[in-house]
């Protein structure tokens, strides 16, 4: 329970404006919705309805956002300063790779053999030719990462998402959400089987490496960051528990390539 919960204080670092924006998988920098203006993101509306207790949400998103910008903020700019790009790389790949048997038991529960398929040749080449997932040699063999949580599962079997909830920590979430990372957090992982005090300090590098790879996405963050940072997360978490099948984008011209990568 206790490296559960240590878990949880790291992932401190991804959230308020690490939460609302992820890698794309084109590299193409822009972590929105297609051709999407930062503004109307802001301004929408759209998902308005899905925050009936915005007001308590909005006290816990204070809370995150004055911890992040004096203490987590700093220390991923000085991880990002102090760290070469070879290392930091490795650092994320290392990290992604734990998460492949999570992503193989969600694809499975889900019924996408082959994604299932996909995710184990991806642990097993990484960990394997990869030094241990150091290298995403999986990725050279185009086997692309298929990121999948027990949010996404809950989703798939027809739970519906519940209104928008502002975790303390944690950051943006649902009630859906919010019980599928517990879940997560209940599943025994590779990182039960490191002793520790070595445990702790990969806990506290995985939540430094994540919010440090998330700095150069806050510049696209306009008007009120709460209703920013909601809207991008809401329209994220339909796009990823639809395997990206949108019915309607409201920050869009279209509902093609809409862009995210996996929270």
């Not at 040749?121 to 241990?132: A, D, E, V």
């Amino acid at each position: 329970m206790m490296q559960r919960t240590l878990l949880a204080l790291s992932l401190t670092l991804a959230m308020t404006a690490g939460a609302s924006a992820q890698q794309p998988e084109d590299g193409s920098g822009n972590a929105l919705p297609g051709d999407a203006d930062p503004q109307e993101v802001a301004d929408s509306t759209a998902f308005d309805d899905r925050d009936p207790w915005e007001s308590f949400n909005r006290s816990i998103f204070t809370f995150n956002d004055v911890l992040d910008r004096n203490v987590l903020r700093p220390v991923a700019r000085g991880y990002n300063r102090v760290t070469p790009e070879p290392v930091n790389d490795g650092v994320s790949n290392f990290f992604s790779n734990l998460s492949e048997p999570g992503n193989i038991l969600n694809s499975l529960l889900q019924g996408k053999g082959e994604d299932a398929l996909i995710s184990t040749g991806r642990f097993i080449f990484n960990t394997t030719f990869g030094l241990l997932g150091l290298v995403d040699v999986a990725s050279y063999m185009e086997l692309p990462e298929k990121e999948e949580d027990f949010g996404q599962t809950f989703g798939y079997w027809g739970a519906d998402s519940g209104p928008f909830l502002m975790l303390p920590f944690f950051g943006p979430s649902t009630v859906r959400g919010t019980a599928g990372r517990g879940v997560d957090y209940a599943v025994p992982d590779l990182m039960d089987e490191v002793d520790t005090p070595e445990l702790y300090f990969l806990y506290a590098l995985y939540g430094v490496d994540l919010r440090a790879s998330l700095l150069g996405y806050e510049e696209q963050i306009t008007g009120d960051r709460y209703t920013f940072i909601r809207n991008i997360y809401l329209q994220r978490r339909e796009y990823q528990v639809n395997d990206g099948k949108v019915e309607s984008d409201p920050f869009a011209n279209d509902d093609e390539d809409l862009m995210l990568e996996d929270f």
